[in-house]
């Protein structure tokens, strides 16, 4: 394949003062060589590589690897950066899934720190006095917030994948100096305070921890500090995960659900432990597919998807006709519809992932799809996998020059989560909760639906989208790839992975290309602007619906192609950065 790079070895260095977040600007012997033949060129490394949605979080990667840690420290001190400087999605008070490659021994481990629902909680919590779902409960209160895995899950990556090169309080630093001594607020930064201004406000410590005296945002170019933060990030680095979990931390989180109304209790926060799970793997034209398993639902339903759509010449078709969107859009449905019956806590319920990602079954859901006309949603239920078997998240990934990756999605649910920070932590707490089926077959706030297998339940950990993706190609690592985007997460990374594939396009380019998606429920596809009208109409005599909505999602990925690496962040999000050196 002629694909990929198509630009010289690009580096961006940082400067260690990481307090002040200022990059330092690239050398001119490392100015790339772009080729005419592209429209957007990635960014390409020798020896390492770090893209996430915020550049001083980004520098903060690379330099731990120019130290000599190794991917996973990268991630780890990644994380812990986001937290400060992207906090309505990086976060101590919420989880996610890692994806980890180990070059040496050829494995890759799926690590699910995902949050999970307090032992008091229970089935029908979410319901008001009339038995509907109520989303104030649900969305707003301390109901909604889930014992948060991110620290536990850093701490379990370490210790089990760190490199030895740094200590685990070497991980922590340059987040403890950012929230110490504060970061200048970027023009993102100071727009989405100003945006969730009417939600933050109403609680004391967040509004005392992200705005100035009488409530007023930060603009650009004000710096803004988090000392409270600062200390939880410090006992973090001194007593490792216990120093979040245990103590005055988890007291004082504890306290702050319980005040809003939850039944979060510190025997909660101390017994939270991240599951090592097998990841879920695939393949697709020769490539081989390893995602998140469940709790996340996105492993399963892409490689669902790519088992579909291998049966159909998108190459042929092209990216973004009418074909192509149409075959996608009728396996995205058929996907999404058995994710409303299947998917929940595998600890909890017997989930048909073989059924499901089993090719014979993609052939009978592919003997449904008519190239002539779309399948209306309604006349879509969820299949019968069994006899093939007994808006606000931040991706980042990360490859260093040993081919160790590391493709980590976490989240807080919402932007800034439920709203509330623990008095005196600087920790903003996540509504993942929200996540679980508060009723079955009523949708949540991004419109999936669920059914039992997801409903509530104490120590449950409720149904994800977060995909994050390792693609390999010959047993060498090809793409890391990963998105935010709610239900829009699975169809992000997916496409990220036909248009490299099936399109021949370089990182740039496959992320910079419009996106569509489609949910089953509601019946329609949603697509970004930059489609052809005649294409739209070619879709619509199909009978298909189209909704041109707001962007989707933000990918952070990176390829190795012929011995180097090459990244890209998505232009959709302000702020992303992709570096290495």
């Keep these: 394949m002629k694909h990929h790079l198509r630009s010289a070895f690009a580096a961006v260095s940082f400067a260690a003062a990481l307090a002040i977040g200022t990059a330092l600007p690239a050398s001119a012997q490392d100015a790339p060589i772009y080729s005419l033949k592209d429209r957007f ?16 979080a980004t ?46 021994s050829g494995e890759t481990k799926a690590l699910d720190y995902r949050e999970k629902a307090p032992a008091a909680a229970f089935k029908d919590m979410f319901l008001g006095d009339d038995g509907e779902p109520d989303n104030q409960k649900s969305r707003f209160s301390g109901l909604a917030v889930g014992v948060p895995g991110t620290v536990a899950g850093f701490a379990e990556a370490f210790e089990k994948h760190g490199s030895g090169n740094l200590s685990w309080a070497d991980l922590v630093a340059p ?51 988090q000392k409270d933060l ?7 680095a001194e007593k490792g995960a216990d120093g979040f979990y245990k103590g005055e931390t988890a007291d004082k989180i504890a306290q702050k659900v319980q005040d809003a109304g939850g039944g979060m209790t510190v025997e909660d926060l101390a017994g939270y432990a991240p599951v090592w799970r097998e990841p879920v793997a695939g393949s697709y034209r020769g490539y081989d597919i390893a995602s998140m398993p469940p709790p996340s ?4 339903h892409i490689v669902q998807i790519l088992n579909m759509l291998e049966t159909f010449p998108l190459e042929e078709y092209g990216l973004n006709s009418a074909d192509s969107i149409h075959v996608m859009a009728e396996a995205m ?27 014979d079954y993609a052939a009978e859901l592919v003997k449904t799809i008519r190239m002539d006309a779309a399948t209306p949603s309604v006349d879509v239920k969820p299949g019968d996998p069994y006899p093939y078997e007994s808006n606000e998240t931040t991706h980042f990934s990360v490859v260093d020059k040993d081919g160790n990756a590391v493709s980590n999605t976490y989240t807080l649910n919402f932007s800034y989560g439920v709203g509330l920070t623990a008095d005196g932590t600087g920790v903003l707490l996540n509504n993942e909760l929200d996540d679980f089926s508060a009723k079955p077959g009523v949708p949540n706030a991004y419109g999936l639906v669920g059914g039992t297998a997801n409903a509530v339940e104490g120590n449950k950990r409720p149904l994800s989208s977060m995909s994050p993706t390792l693609v390999f190609k010959d047993g060498d690592l090809y793409l890391a ?95 992303a950065l992709t570096a290495g050196y």
């Excluded at 100035?212 to 650009?220: R, W």
């Excluded at 639902?297 to 399963?300: A, E, L, Q």
């Excluded at 449905?333 to 090719?359: M, N, Q």
């Excluded at 294409?535 to 180097?564: C, F, P, W, Y």
């Design 230 to 236: 600062a200390v939880t990030l410090r006992l973090i």
């Design 481 to 575: 790839t990963g998105s935010p985007g709610g239900s829009r997460i699975i169809t992000t990374t997916l496409q990220i992975i036909l248009n490299v594939i099936d399109h021949d396009m370089n990182i740039a380019e496959a992320t910079a290309a419009p996106r569509i998606h489609n949910q089953w429920l509601p019946d329609e596809i949603r697509i970004e602007e930059g489609l052809s009208p005649d294409t739209i109409r070619l879709l619509e005599q199909r009978g298909h619906k189209i909704a041109v909505k707001n962007a989707m999602g933000s990918t952070q990925s990176i390829m190795k192609v012929d011995g180097l690496l090459a990244g890209a962040s998505d232009p959709r999000r302000p702020g």
């Design 41 to 56: 060129q990635p960014v390409a490394a020798r020896h390492g590589m770090v893209a996430s949605q915020e550049a001083v």
């Design 59 to 104: 520098g903060v990667g690379v330099d731990i690897l120019k130290k000599g840690g190794n991917a996973v420290d990268a991630a780890i001190a990644t994380g812990f950066a986001l937290a400060v400087t992207l906090p309505r999605a990086g976060n101590l008070g919420g989880g996610g899934f890692m994806m980890i490659h180990l070059a040496d």
């Design 175 to 225: 987040a403890i100096a950012l929230a110490e001594y504060g970061i200048q607020v970027t023009p993102d930064l100071s727009a989405s305070l100003t945006s969730a201004s009417k939600r933050l406000l109403k609680d004391p410590a967040s509004r005392a921890t992200f705005y100035k005296t009488g409530g007023l945002p930060y603009l650009p170019g004000e710096t803004l500090a």
């Design 333 to 359: 449905r058929r996907a999404y519809a058995d994710r409303s019956k299947f998917l929940g806590d595998p600890d909890f319920v017997e989930i048909p992932v073989k059924g499901l990602t089993a090719r």
């Design 297 to 300: 639902s996105g492993g399963v």
